[in-house]
């Protein structure tokens, strides 16, 4: 059973950054697209950025463009969401989901529904 755990979220002034961190546990196939989500107070819940693990494509959102970098280290099973240039409207709690599967990374981020494992989130609050 594929289990995603986050960490790394907090409370950052505007202009900071913050690094979030996605241990998966339980993978038994390297096909897979996974990426990380936010959900802010009263709003729906968006795909952030995504990489599909099987050729390393990603995809942003525009409004992290240029400000958040998502990457992998295979051999910890994690994926990173480095986020630079924090502005308070990035403040959401934050999800690390997967597929069941290869999955374009645009598609799995703006379709949510291929999104078959969620972790618990974690909040990030960007606030002076």
């Known amino acids: 059973q594929v289990q995603l755990e986050e960490s790394g979220g907090g409370l950052v002034q505007p202009g900071g950054s913050l690094r979030l961190s996605c241990t998966a546990s339980g993978f038994t196939s390297d096909y897979y697209t996974i990426g990380w989500f936010r959900q802010a107070p009263g709003k729906e819940r968006e795909g952030v950025s995504c990489?599909?693990?099987?050729?390393?494509?990603?995809y942003y959102v525009d409004s992290v463009k240029g400000r958040f970098t998502i990457s992998r280290d295979t051999a910890k099973n994690t994926v990173y969401l480095q986020m630079n240039s924090l502005k308070p409207e990035d403040t959401a709690v934050y999800y690390c989901?997967?597929?069941?599967?290869?999955?374009?990374?645009?598609?799995?981020?703006?379709?949510?529904?291929?999104?078959?494992?969620w972790g618990q989130g974690t909040l990030v609050t960007v606030s002076s």
């Open positions: 989901a997967t597929t069941w599967g290869s999955v374009e990374a645009g598609t799995a981020c703006t379709a949510q529904a291929y999104l078959q494992v």
């Open positions: 990489i599909n693990n099987s050729d390393g494509s990603t």
